[in-house]
């Protein structure tokens, strides 16, 4: 039996920790932590007002992660409210770049999310929407909505970081996120407060969303080369 080269067996598992390496290193394809706005810069929100007052989505100084800027969302959901949407956030920007993945499943929307003022939300709803050109221009597609589980943010207990594989949310047709622009609506239903009914000075505060991609095609490839070349050590053991 002849005896099996060290260095095969050093290259075989190189490739396969270099597999696993890449699949570990997400790309950022955009983030948005709101340092490059001026405090008290308005940001989009749209839905049925009526039934809230005093709404407003503001950056604002100090209200961050670690006291950096951040984006703060008051609804002051009254008493006649009934159910509906009160208001959203709306995000859109240049095509994204450096993520080559068609599959949704290979990205993730996170944020770092803390309850400012007010009660808990159960839930907080999420839509994606993709425009084929830059800043709203283009054919528009839907991918549909999803609700993340937001139950573990208690007030004024500081900053917890939420994720949703975009994979999950409700299937659509012709949006590729490798190409297309993004716009993201976070949006707070009064039915998913915690105390499922009218609530003055409700305030979210949102700080690092972003959207990653995973490489998973590149791992595994590598991983693959790896599984290659430890079958032809077994070969020559053989």
Partial sequence: MKKVSKNYISIAIVAMLAGFAVESQ?????????????????????GDLSHITG??????????????????WQDNFNAAYSGYVASQIGYSGGNPSGNTSVNLNDYTLSFDMAIWNGVGLNHLQVDLQGWAGQWYSGGM????????????????????????????????????PSSQTYQFQ?????????????????MI???NLQVTMVPEPSSMVLIGLGAAA???IRRRKG
């Avoid at 917890?160 to 659509?172: F, K, M, P, R, Y």
């Fill in 55 to 72: 709404n407003s989505v503001t950056v604002a100084s100090s209200v961050g992660v670690g006291g950096s800027q951040g984006l703060l």
């Fill in 141 to 176: 597609t839907d991918t549909g909505a999803k609700t993340i589980d937001t139950s573990s943010v208690v007030p004024l207990g500081g900053f917890q970081h939420i994720s949703v594989n975009l994979g999950t949310l409700a299937a659509g047709s012709g949006f590729d």
């Fill in 26 to 46: 997400a790309i950022t394809v955009f983030m948005d932590n709101y340092e490059g706005y001026t405090a008290g810069t308005s940001e989009f929100s749209w």
């Fill in 230 to 232: 430890l079958f032809a």
């Fill in 186 to 202: 976070l949006q707070v239903n009064g039915w998913e407060l915690s105390t499922g009914g009218p609530q003055a000075n409700e």
């Fill in 205 to 207: 505060a949102i700080d």
